[in-house]
C-alpha cells in the first residue's frame, strides 16, 4: 500500500465540527461511537469531513431516523457539510461517501426492541447517504475499538488506525460527556413550549 503523503496541512475535526477543502489537506479525527462521514466530488477537487453523534439514548428498531429527532439532528450535521461543500464549487449529485465509526464504547444498556447509541449512528448514516442517493464507497462501522481517520482531501484516501482499548476508553469518557451535553442542550426549560 502507498504511504501517506507527508507534508499536508492537517486540520483536527472534533465531535460536533466539520471542515471542507479544495486545498490538499489531512483532515484527521478520533472516532468511538461517532460517525465521520468523509465526502468528496472528484471533478469538482472538493473533500470534506464530519465528525456527529446522534444525541439519542436509544430508539425503536423499527423508527426511520429521518423522522425522528436523532435524525433531524443527523440531518442537519450532514446538510452543513454538503453546503460547506457546495459553496467551494462541489455537486451534490457527484457526492461520494467513506464511511467510518460507530463503535460500542458508551457501554449503555442494550435490549432488543430498541437500537443503542452506536447502532443509531450506523444506522442512520447508511439511511441518509441511501435515501440522498449518495454512493458509499468504502466503510469501517462497528466493532467495540476506538479509530483514528485521517482523509487525505488531495487523493481522497482514508487511512484508519484502530485504537487501543485503554485508549479507547478515554474516547469514551469525552464522547460520553459530549453526548450528555447535547441531551441537556435538547430538552426544552420548563415552560418552553413544545411544537408538534
Known amino acids: 500500500m502507498k504511504l501517506p503523503k507527508l507534508g499536508l496541512p492537517r486540520v483536527e475535526v472534533s465531535p460536533g465540527n ?3 477543502t479544495k486545498a490538499p489537506t489531512e483532515i484527521r479525527t478520533l472516532l468511538g461511537s461517532c460517525i465521520a462521514a468523509c465526502l468528496y466530488d472528484q471533478e469538482a ?3 470534506g469531513l464530519n465528525h456527529f453523534l446522534l444525541a439519542s439514548p436509544r430508539y425503536a428498531r423499527d423508527m426511520r431516523f429521518t423522522e425522528t429527532e436523532a ?3 443527523g440531518i442537519h450535521a450532514m446538510e452543513l457539510l ?3 461543500m457546495q459553496k467551494l464549487g462541489a455537486s451534490r449529485g457527484r457526492l461520494k461517501a467513506k464511511i467510518f465509526g460507530g463503535a460500542s ?4 444498556a442494550q435490549e432488543k426492541a430498541f437500537l443503542c447509541v452506536h447502532e443509531v449512528n450506523q444506522r442512520f448514516i447508511k439511511e441518509y447517504l441511501a435515501t440522498e442517493r449518495i454512493r458509499i464507497v468504502s466503510e469501517d462501522l462497528g466493532g467495540e475499538l476506538g479509530r483514528v481517520i485521517h482523509f487525505h482531501s488531495d487523493t481522497y484516501k482514508v487511512f484508519r488506525r484502530f485504537i487501543l482499548k485503554k485508549a479507547t476508553a478515554e474516547i469514551e469518557e469525552g464522547e460520553r460527556r459530549y453526548w450528555k451535553s447535547e441531551l441537556e442542550r435538547k430538552r426544552p426549560e420548563a415552560g418552553e413550549p413544545i411544537l408538534f
Open 71 to 73: 435524525g433531524r439532528y
Open 18 to 20: 466539520r471542515y471542507a
Open 45 to 47: 477537487g472538493v473533500a
Open 105 to 108: 464504547v458508551l457501554g449503555i
Open 82 to 84: 454538503i453546503t460547506d
